[in-house]
């Protein structure tokens, strides 16, 4: 915990950096909160110095829970020491919102607020990004926890005889891939016209499938840019992949890429939920609500795929940003976007939500049903990349799919119960659990999640985090039989 109060004291003083050179009154209020994260770190490590160093698995839920809300809580700094944010509860929501890459977010008016303070915004984004990418490709699979096993042979480690090493050599090359992603895109779009701040936060919040925008209108506000939007759309495709198949794709294994199951099923349904999208937008979308010109010439049927397919990527890998009030287009699409929010990217992505792989194993159980029904000797096991799945895996998706069901289900009750309307209550609890961002009815793209109450935004924010670290990670802690000595 003080090693990670140390590491996010330190990225505090980027935005410091940034406050001292372009002479913003905060700075000092930045580096006070940078130091204060630092210090109490230290001071952690210093009085467990003599702890004993090897971690059980019991730990190792505590650590990867704790090590979040420990991050959430130093992250509240900045904006508690500078005023920018006010009342504990929008500062915890906003800062989990941040670290989960949700991107959801109780702030009116984001241009008003100092750029230092919208670069740390964007920060907690992509420190949270990196820290789920060595989660689940790295720590999870050694839990057993939701599938993650299935991709864990592919990716440069983890083995149980050699775990530190590998886990240190996945750590190093994902985050290669990450940072360099981040200032590819930075690049890019400076090139297409947007300035270097604007640049870098986007690029902070596409890689980390996060959402947070410099602008009010989110990327609606370069509607008259297709360059910029086309830029976002194909990192949110590469963020929303799994990181793992990036690697293999740099080392030139491209057979290993295109023959990567859950990677083609990503693309189809992609593809598929765009083809919808698109032809919706053109034909049927009421122009005056949907900011898309009359569809007659080429140059509006291009707008009506660009617009279909951010906003397609958006929602499956979870990033959030907008171009438009997908809401305002027709109800079909609206109720398409929402079944898009139990979709999820790629295993090993940053993304959240229930992700392909589960989905691709659910179908394929359901389908080995029926067979196992007319055949009830043979022995028919779910096959992944042409191997036989192991049975306690399949039974740990089912579980996490039924968990993740009655979470949201829970999740929107004690929304309603805090006033919220039916379409408003089930939007919030599918866009927090799924790390999404927008919702619908009074949360949707064009609103924000002001007008939560306090126990709202909590409950939000725990939704959140469960969401973000898997379910079991979190809720077993909460289990009486976590905590007894057996």
């Not at 996010?8 to 001292?20: K, R």
């Not at 191997?387 to 039974?395: E, F, G, L, P, T």
Request: aromatic share 16%; proline share 3%; no cysteine.
């Amino acid at each position: 915990m003080g090693v990670l109060l140390i590491f996010n004291g330190g990225f505090m003083l980027v935005p410091t950096v940034l406050s001292w050179i372009i002479g913003e009154q905060v700075t000092f209020d930045l580096a006070v909160a940078a130091s204060t994260s630092i210090f109490i770190g230290f001071l952690m490590m210093f009085l467990t110095k003599t702890h004993d160093k090897a971690i059980a698995q019991r730990e190792g839920y505590l650590i990867v829970t704790l090590g979040w809300l420990f991050m959430v809580l130093s992250g509240m700094l900045p904006y508690a020491f500078s005023g920018t944010i006010t009342g504990l509860s929008n500062m915890f929501f906003e800062t989990m919102s941040g670290y989960t890459t949700t991107g959801a977010s109780i702030l009116n008016d984001i241009e008003a607020l100092p750029k230092s303070i919208l670069l740390w915004r964007s920060l907690t984004h992509w420190i949270g990004g990196m820290g789920i990418i060595v989660l689940a490709v790295a720590i999870l699979p050694l839990f057993g926890i939701g599938g993650m096993q299935l991709f864990s042979a592919e990716a440069p480690g983890p083995s149980a005889d050699k775990v530190k090493p590998k886990i240190a050599d996945t750590a190093k090359r994902l985050w290669l891939i990450y940072f360099g992603y981040t200032v590819s895109e930075t690049i890019l779009l400076k090139v297409a016209g947007m300035d270097w701040f604007d640049s870098v936060n986007h690029a902070l919040s596409t890689l980390s499938t996060g959402g947070f925008s410099t602008k009010n209108a989110s990327i609606a506000y370069w509607n008259d840019s297709p360059a910029i939007q086309y830029i976002i759309i194909l990192f949110m495709f590469l963020a929303g992949t799994n990181f793992v198949v990036s690697y293999y794709a740099f080392k030139g294994k491209f057979q290993k890429v295109l023959h990567n199951e859950e990677f083609k099923w990503f693309f189809f349904f992609i593809a598929g939920f765009t083809l919808i999208s698109a032809g919706m937008i053109y034909f049927y979308a009421d122009p005056s609500i949907s900011s898309i010109t009359h569809p007659m010439v080429f140059g509006e049927l291009e707008s009506a795929i660009r617009h279909g397919l951010f906003q397609v990527l958006a929602i499956v890998t979870t990033t959030g940003f907008v171009t438009a009030d997908y809401t305002l287009w027709m109800p079909f699409l609206t109720v398409l976007f929402f079944g898009m929010f139990f979709l999820g990217g790629s295993a090993g992505s940053t993304s959240g939500g229930v992700k392909v792989v589960r989905h691709i194993i659910m179908i394929k159980n359901g389908f080995q049903e029926f067979r196992r029904i007319l055949h009830p000797n043979a022995i028919l096991p779910v096959r992944y990349k042409g191997k036989a799945v192991d049975q306690k895996i399949v039974y740990n998706i089912l579980g996490f799919f039924i968990l993740y069901s009655l979470s949201f289900i829970l999740g929107a009750v004690v929304f309603a119960g805090t006033g919220l309307d039916f379409q408003t209550a089930i939007g919030a609890s599918a866009s927090s659990l799924g790390n999404i961002g927008p919702a619908f009815g009074d949360l949707s793209p064009v609103d924000n999640f002001a007008s939560l109450t306090d126990f709202g935004k909590f409950w939000s924010s725990f939704l959140m985090l469960i969401g973000r670290l898997e379910l079991f990670t979190v809720l077993i802690i909460l289990t009486p039989y976590f905590w007894r000595n057996v």
